[in-house]
Nanobody
């Protein structure tokens, strides 16, 4: 079982960059597929992107190019680098993990483990 802790959220102005981190407990985090989701006020939680065990990344089309996911195997961490932030990026950002075969997992139900979330607020 893995425990996930997000960090790095905060209040920024539009156009700024921000880097979120998802730190995991346990020595086997490298075998997990890890995703980032976000949930804006009054909206459903939505897929942002994910990274496979071997570093292959997937993104929702609307965010591709502004958001980049990477994993640091030695630190048991997966990062979400966000640039050119917009007010509509305001949300609670969650990381999630699952074991399993290589694939493109985009649904909430695909993931077994979740962090508590970190708030990102982008002011105009």
């Amino acid at each position: 079982q893995v425990q996930l802790v997000e960090s790095g959220g905060g209040l920024v102005q539009a156009g700024a960059s921000l880097r979120l981190s998802c730190a995991a407990s346990g020595p086997t985090f490298s075998v997990y597929h890890v995703a980032w989701f976000r949930q804006a006020p009054g909206k459903e939680r939505e897929f942002v992107g994910s990274v496979s065990r071997v570093g292959v990344t997937y993104y929702t089309d609307v965010l591709k190019g502004r958001f980049t996911i990477s994993r640091e195997y030695g630190r048991n961490t997966v990062s979400l680098q966000m640039k050119n932030l917009k007010p509509e990026d305001t949300a609670v950002y969650y990381c999630a993990a699952r074991k399993g075969q290589f694939g493109d997992y985009r649904s909430l139900s695909d993931y077994n483990y979740w962090g508590q979330g970190t708030q990102v607020t982008v002011s105009s």
